[in-house]
């Protein structure tokens, strides 16, 4: 046995709103929705480049509530991008918060932390050299000296 693939799944309070800031934050295509009578979508895939971003909107009945209705999340999203500071900047302008501003980071990538407006947090980054784990480890030491 073997897993093949593992896919993000958020819920939101506003599928629809969710899905067109995630197109204008970070350029994204809208694989398909499943939407019931009352609008209420059930399901979504987004394409973030090869991968897929599965949401959608809340379901109480079953227990399923978003990020904003609970005030918290326990997960933050780490995307890969070509240029950090030009993807946070983009979602920024798209709505999201800036929660850390860009900044070359010890594990070898430039990086930043944004909450999207539906309490999602995505860190974005973009590599900038090669670290083994022993130097990873070294360096994380330092920065936890106070």
């Known amino acids: ?83 950090a500071d030009a993807m946070i900047a983009q979602a920024v302008q798209a709505g999201a918060t800036l929660e850390r501003a860009p900044r070359d980071e010890f594990y070898g990538e430039r990086s930043g932390v944004i909450r999207d407006p539906f309490g999602h947090r995505w860190l974005i980054g973009h590599h900038i050299e090669d670290v083994g784990t022993d130097e990873m480890q070294r360096r994380y030491d330092d920065a936890n000296k106070s």
Request: proline share 2%.
């Open 1 to 83: 046995m073997k897993i093949e693939e593992v896919f993000a799944y958020l819920c939101v309070s506003d599928a629809a709103a969710a899905i067109d800031f995630y197109r204008r934050a970070f350029g994204v295509e809208e694989k398909f929705r499943l939407t019931e009578p009352g609008g209420r979508i059930g399901h979504a895939e987004l394409a973030f480049g090869a991968m897929t971003v599965m949401l959608s909107d809340e379901f109480p009945e079953c227990g399923i509530r978003s990020a904003s209705t609970i005030g918290a999340t326990a997960v933050t999203i780490h995307l890969h991008v070509d240029d």
